[in-house]
């Protein structure tokens, strides 16, 4: 089992940052990737962003290259999401999920609860 909590979501105005944290625990290396979804209201969830819990490779979605950075930290493991320059439509709730290299949300095995990202125009 893998555990993820996240945290530092809130409301802005746009172009401020915010950076999410996600907070991982069990048996991790079960998985390969520590990902990043969201999911706006009416929307499908889609992906933001993944890295390899071993460091080094990274994945964007086209909508956030160039603005979002997604980091880790050993110990405890964490897992980051700086986001800047943020715009209304990055709108929704953010997930932290645990699973492939992969930018598809149903092949990820484990998922935290959410963080609301709300940036007011």
């Known amino acids: 089992q893998v555990q993820l909590v996240e945290s530092g979501g809130g409301l802005v105005q746009a172009g401020a940052s915010l950076r999410l944290s996600c907070a991982a625990s069990?048996?991790?290396?079960?998985?390969?990737?520590a990902g990043w979804f969201r999911q706006a209201p009416g929307k499908e969830r889609e992906f933001v962003a993944a890295?390899?819990?071993?460091?080094?490779?990274?994945l964007y979605a086209d909508s956030v290259k160039g603005r979002f950075t997604i980091s880790r930290d050993n110990a405890p493991i964490t897992v980051y999401l700086q986001m800047n320059s943020l715009k209304p439509e990055d709108t929704a709730v953010y997930y932290c999920?645990?699973?492939?290299?992969?930018?598809?949300?149903?092949?990820?095995?484990?998922w935290g609860q959410g963080t609301q990202v709300t940036v007011s125009s």
């Open positions: 890295i390899r819990w071993s460091g080094g490779r990274t």
């Open positions: 069990g048996h991790i290396f079960e998985t390969n990737t």
């Open positions: 999920a645990a699973g492939p290299f992969q930018t598809i949300p149903t092949l990820y095995q484990y």
